[in-house]
């Protein structure tokens, strides 16, 4: 049943969750302190886009944000724009100290498990030694508030602990997986000349070892900032290398507890990258003070994590999503982490974790769910008794997924769909405990993002699709990207199209019911005689035919301003292409969508092109299949599958 067409909610929240949840407790606080009803989330939402210093400041005690200064003034903002606006100014504070906030001994900080080792857990006693130890060490090694801590990591437990240990002592954390490419790697971290570099002697992933030791003392000459280069023993026993500095060492060191340095809230916390698709990637810097409170934000209020949930959303250190989920730390819950392939040695692992670490909150992209619907994965609810909400992102999760999660996962789950990015380091749109739950659709935009969808002309419309804009500064946009002389590369990559208004590149569509739905990349979107049509549409139609396994679609122009859209397949095992299987693509997409949707051209390939962050390469392989030199679009070194360039080039 289409987006258009379904009416009937697939979930709605009971009685018990609507009145006992976070959200529903603030508002009611809000009430009380500030004498202020909403009689709707969306009121509410109004109000914290409308009032942005009384919204945010009202976060900042609701959440008893602790600064060992008093700020000045709750927001400070430029004379036009963005860029420049400065939060709880004069305010200094420790994101790692409110982590410790919630250090008990009534349950773990952190459960782990990985391909090789079973589910084990970490206390807060122990975490909180061996950040102790390790913030100690770098004092020691002469690193100092503002330098930048480098790791190449898995997602394991120490990854953590670094983290925890920089961010104590007031340095910039930036982390790659692994499994990125050398160049990769390399071109990332020599923009930010790191002090210290992080890394382990090799990974595990999808059964297979791979020894990563060579290139650490290549990263670690070919970075001349680099002072220490501290070694952790992942996978092998073998004598480390005598010029790196060992992991166990640094846990032996004698220290006397950990001394949080206080920071300005606008302090760099970490250092993200854009995907680098086609040039050096973007070094996106995020302020301390920004991602603890929007954080809190996110996770206390639109997916209700309290004290004592078990939070997991399987990442790598190399996304987003691994620093926002960490921060369910912030939260008093005890967070999940999982190092290894999704899939590997079935289907099912993901799963049997969230039954035996007996997971609340469970989080994927939304590739994870399509795979296990296709899959056919099978789940009973008793085996999920303490799932609460599965979350998606990374990319539009269909409908279809929709409904396969309450049909075959769990009946009575609180589904949340969200969408945001690197740039902010968490979702504008995503779920509320109030709201309910349609299938295709991301239930509200998130207190404090003012989320419009513009058209041609630069106004916003409602019940029709347009361009992703926020239109309101957040705390948790970046101070700045690393190294950008006059905010050049800031300024290009949000604001060129809008002056002073945040172009978030997506297509989006918000509802009369103020749900939001999400139609893929603005700049890869699909044009039929000046009709848009996203691409998360194509897909959501043709991946539901069962012998096509991926697609990717692209829209070439002509000069003449007319233009063909051209649909790329990868079909299931010993499968080919026939008129058949290509009629039937466009009978499906006809009928379900419109003849607008029905491509121009259809061509079997072995595979798409994927980020190492798992998102398809839509506006690089345009570019590519529009005449441009391959080598100008894109850094291989960004992608999961190099291999799948052939066919498009």
């Given at each position: 049943?289409?987006?258009?067409?379904?009416?009937?909610?697939?979930?709605?929240?009971?009685?018990?969750?609507?009145?006992?949840?976070?959200?529903?407790?603030?508002?009611?606080?809000?009430?009380?302190k500030?004498?202020?009803?909403?009689?709707?989330?969306?009121?509410?939402?109004?109000?914290?886009?409308?009032?942005?210093?009384?919204?945010?400041?009202?976060?900042?005690?609701?959440?008893?944000?602790?600064?060992?200064?008093?700020?000045?003034?709750?927001?400070?903002?430029?004379?036009?724009?963005?860029?420049?606006?400065?939060?709880?100014?004069?305010?200094?504070?420790?994101?790692?100290?409110?982590?410790?906030?919630?250090?008990?001994?009534?349950?773990?900080?952190?459960?782990?498990?990985?391909?090789?080792?079973?589910?084990?857990?970490?206390?807060?006693?122990?975490?909180?030694?061996?950040?102790?130890?390790?913030s100690?060490?770098?004092?020691?090694?002469?690193?100092?508030?503002?330098?930048?801590?480098?790791?190449?990591?898995?997602?394991?437990?120490?990854?953590?602990?670094?983290?925890?240990?920089?961010?104590?002592?007031?340095?910039?954390?930036?982390?790659?997986?692994?499994?990125?490419?050398?160049?990769?790697?390399?071109?990332?971290?020599?923009?930010?000349?790191?002090?210290?570099?992080?890394?382990?002697?090799?990974?595990v992933?999808?059964?297979?070892?791979?020894?990563?030791?060579?290139?650490?003392?290549?990263?670690?000459?070919?970075?001349?900032?680099?002072?220490?280069?501290?070694?952790?023993?992942?996978?092998?026993?073998?004598?480390?290398?005598?010029?790196?500095?060992?992991?166990?060492?640094?846990?032996?060191?004698?220290?006397?507890?950990?001394?949080?340095?206080?920071?300005?809230?606008?302090?760099?916390?970490?250092?993200?990258?854009?995907?680098?698709?086609?040039?050096?990637?973007k070094?996106?810097?995020?302020?301390?003070?920004?991602?603890?409170?929007?954080?809190?934000?996110?996770?206390?209020?639109?997916?209700?994590?309290?004290?004592?949930?078990?939070?997991?959303?399987?990442?790598?250190?190399?996304?987003?999503?691994?620093?926002?989920?960490?921060?369910?730390?912030?939260?008093?819950?005890?967070?999940?982490?999982?190092?290894?392939?999704?899939?590997?040695?079935?289907?099912?692992?993901?799963?049997t974790?969230?039954?035996?670490?007996?997971?609340?909150?469970?989080?994927?992209?939304?590739?994870?769910?399509?795979?296990?619907?296709?899959?056919?994965?099978?789940?009973?609810?008793?085996?999920?008794?303490?799932?609460?909400?599965?979350?998606?992102?990374?990319?539009?999760?269909?409908?279809?997924?929709?409904?396969?999660?309450?049909k075959?996962?769990?009946?009575?789950?609180?589904?949340?769909?969200?969408?945001?990015?690197?740039?902010?380091?968490?979702a504008?749109?995503?779920?509320?405990?109030?709201?309910?739950?349609?299938?295709?659709?991301?239930?509200?935009?998130?207190?404090?993002?003012?989320?419009e969808?513009?058209?041609?002309?630069?106004?916003?419309?409602?019940n029709?699709?347009?361009?992703?804009?926020?239109?309101?500064?957040?705390?948790?946009?970046?101070?700045?990207?690393?190294?950008?002389?006059?905010?050049?590369?800031?300024?290009?990559?949000?604001?060129?199209?809008?002056?002073?208004?945040w172009?978030?590149?997506?297509?989006?569509?918000?509802?009369?019911?103020?749900?939001?739905?999400?139609?893929?990349?603005?700049?890869?979107?699909?044009?039929?005689?000046?009709?848009?049509?996203?691409?998360?549409?194509?897909?959501?139609?043709?991946?539901?035919?069962?012998?096509?396994?991926?697609?990717?679609?692209?829209?070439?122009?002509?000069?003449?301003?007319?233009?063909?859209?051209?649909?790329?397949?990868?079909?299931?095992?010993?499968?080919?292409?026939?008129?058949?299987?290509?009629?039937?693509?466009?009978?499906?997409?006809?009928?379900?969508?419109?003849?607008?949707?029905v491509?121009?051209?259809?061509?079997?390939?072995?595979?798409?092109?994927?980020?190492?962050?798992?998102?398809?390469?839509?506006?690089?392989?345009?570019?590519?299949?529009?005449g441009?030199?391959?080598?100008?679009?894109?850094?291989?070194?960004t992608?999961?599958?190099?291999?799948?360039?052939?066919?498009?080039i």
């Open positions: 049943m289409s987006v258009e067409t379904q009416v009937q909610p697939l979930w709605k929240p009971g009685r018990t969750l609507f009145e006992q949840s976070n959200l529903k407790k603030y508002m009611d606080w809000l009430f009380v500030k004498g202020l009803y909403f009689r709707s989330y969306h009121d509410l939402w109004e109000w914290s886009v409308t009032d942005l210093e009384d919204f945010w400041e009202s976060l900042w005690n609701y959440f008893n944000i602790k600064s060992h200064d008093l700020y000045l003034e709750v927001l400070q903002r430029p004379i036009s724009g963005f860029i420049g606006t400065r939060w709880f100014t004069r305010s200094k504070l420790n994101y790692a100290e409110h982590i410790f906030r919630n250090k008990t001994k009534d349950r773990p900080a952190i459960l782990f498990q990985s391909e090789r080792s079973e589910l084990t857990e970490i206390s807060w006693e122990t975490l909180e030694m061996q950040v102790a130890a390790v100690t060490w770098l004092k020691q090694r002469g690193v100092k508030p503002g330098d930048r801590v480098a790791a190449v990591l898995p997602n394991i437990p120490e990854a953590v602990v670094a983290f925890l240990a920089t961010s104590a002592v007031g340095a910039v954390w930036s982390s790659c997986s692994p499994d990125f490419g050398k160049p990769a790697i390399t071109e990332r971290f020599s923009q930010i000349e790191p002090k210290v570099l992080f890394t382990v002697d090799g990974y992933y999808n059964g297979k070892s791979y020894d990563i030791t060579s290139f650490a003392g290549e990263l670690s000459a070919a970075l001349p900032s680099v002072k220490d280069t501290v070694l952790i023993s992942n996978i092998f026993s073998e004598t480390r290398p005598d010029r790196f500095t060992s992991w166990d060492d640094i846990l032996h060191f004698e220290n006397f507890g950990i001394d949080f340095e206080p920071v300005p809230f606008d302090h760099p916390i970490w250092i993200l990258y854009s995907s680098g698709t086609t040039a050096k990637p070094a996106i810097t995020h302020s301390v003070g920004g991602c603890l409170i929007e954080h809190l934000k996110a996770l206390v209020l639109h997916q209700n994590v309290k004290p004592g949930d078990r939070y997991f959303w399987y990442s790598t250190t190399g996304w987003m999503m691994w620093n926002y989920a960490l921060s369910s730390l912030l939260c008093g819950a005890t967070l999940v982490m999982y190092d290894g392939a999704p899939a590997y040695p079935s289907s099912q692992v993901l799963w974790l969230a039954e035996k670490a007996r997971i609340t909150h469970f989080g994927s992209g939304a590739a994870f769910f399509i795979a296990s619907m296709k899959s056919g994965v099978s789940i009973t609810s008793e085996r999920l008794g303490h799932l609460e909400t599965i979350g998606s992102t990374g990319s539009p999760l269909p409908p279809d997924a929709f409904e396969w999660i309450y075959h996962v769990k009946k009575d789950v609180w589904l949340i769909s969200l969408s945001g990015g690197t740039d902010v380091c968490s504008f749109v995503g779920g509320c405990p109030i709201l309910p739950v349609y299938a295709g659709e991301i239930q509200c935009r998130m207190l404090g993002a003012r989320i969808a513009f058209d041609e002309n630069g106004k916003p419309v409602l029709e699709m347009g361009e992703m804009v926020i239109t309101q500064p957040m705390p948790s946009m970046p101070i700045y990207f690393w190294n950008d002389d006059h905010d050049e590369k800031y300024i290009s990559s949000y604001f060129e199209m809008y002056p002073h208004v172009r978030h590149g997506d297509w989006i569509r918000i509802t009369d019911r103020k749900s939001v739905i999400i139609y893929g990349r603005s700049d890869a979107t699909l044009n039929r005689g000046g009709v848009r049509i996203g691409t998360a549409e194509i897909y959501r139609a043709v991946e539901s035919i069962p012998d096509v396994k991926d697609s990717l679609a692209v829209y070439l122009e002509k000069s003449n301003g007319e233009g063909t859209i051209s649909l790329f397949v990868v079909l299931v095992k010993d499968k080919e292409l026939t008129e058949e299987l290509k009629r039937q693509i466009k009978d499906t997409l006809r009928t379900q969508y419109s003849p607008r949707h491509p121009d051209t259809i061509e079997q390939v072995g595979d798409i092109p994927y980020t190492i962050n798992g998102k398809k390469m839509e506006a690089p392989m345009k570019r590519i299949l529009m441009q030199d391959p080598a100008k679009c894109i850094n291989i070194d992608m999961r599958n190099p291999e799948s360039l052939k066919a498009f």
